[in-house]
T-cell receptor
């Protein structure tokens, strides 16, 4: 399968614990995005990378959230001291930097439940 | 700031009938517009996009969308609905950066 992959697919954690998610983009894609989706809502942008550089972060992303893409390939999203409000689907997408209209391809998501 | 609105939470259509899912947008500059579909327990799938050119854009699974600059709309259409089209549909606009701003989604239900 050459699509975007995310691991784990499901994560249940207790409030206050740290969690880390991984995203592997489509191999030739140089842009990678993280979104958060809550039930019945559209995805909300969190952050994105062009190669290894993190170019933008949403105001939704508190100090407890951090993301890395150390070698410009896979990326990790870490949430520290999780709260029940962090329960959501975390989506990763990738695209090619082009003339501006490149579509993003999404992974299956990681569903986080904070108890 | 860029934004997109989907005025209908749900659209119900009988199989075989035409369907329309509405979307309006607000952008500064040229709009880059997208439609995505989300099936239960699956990721978002790209359907089609408008960048420039013809106002009628054709995409996957027989869907098409009509770009209307004067009405700032980008409605999704299909001439003959299938039960398998039942899913959650998102309209989206590309921000001045590279991120996509999604609408709140429209649940499409096709009855046999």
């Amino acid at each position: 399968d050459t699509g975007v992959s995310q691991n784990p697919r499901h994560k249940i954690t207790k409030r206050g614990q740290n969690v880390t998610f991984r995203c592997d983009p489509i191999s030739e894609h140089n842009r990678l995005y993280w979104y958060r989706q809550t039930l019945g809502q559209g995805p909300e942008f969190l952050t994105y990378f062009q190669n290894e550089a993190q170019l933008e972060k949403s105001r939704l992303l508190s100090d407890r959230f951090s993301a890395e893409r150390p070698k410009g390939s896979f990326s990790t999203l870490e949430i520290q001291r999780t709260e029940q409000g962090d329960s959501a689907m975390y989506l990763c997408a990738s695209s090619l930097k082009g003339t501006g209209g490149a579509e993003q391809y999404f992974g299956p998501g990681t569903r986080l439940t904070v108890t | 700031a860029q934004s997109v609105a989907q005025p209908e939470d749900q659209v119900n259509v009988a199989e075989g009938n035409p369907l329309t899912v509405k979307c309006t947008y607000s952008v500064s500059g040229n709009p880059y517009l997208f439609w995505y579909v989300q099936y239960p327990n699956r990721g978002l799938q790209f359907l089609l996009k408008y960048i420039t050119g013809d106002n009628l854009v054709k995409g996957s699974y027989g869907f098409e969308a009509e770009f209307n600059k004067s009405q700032t709309s980008f409605h999704l259409k299909k001439p003959s609905a299938l039960v398998s089209d039942s899913a959650l549909y998102f309209c989206a606009v590309r921000d001045t950066s590279a991120k996509i701003i999604f609408g709140s989604g429209t649940r499409l239900s096709i009855r046999p």
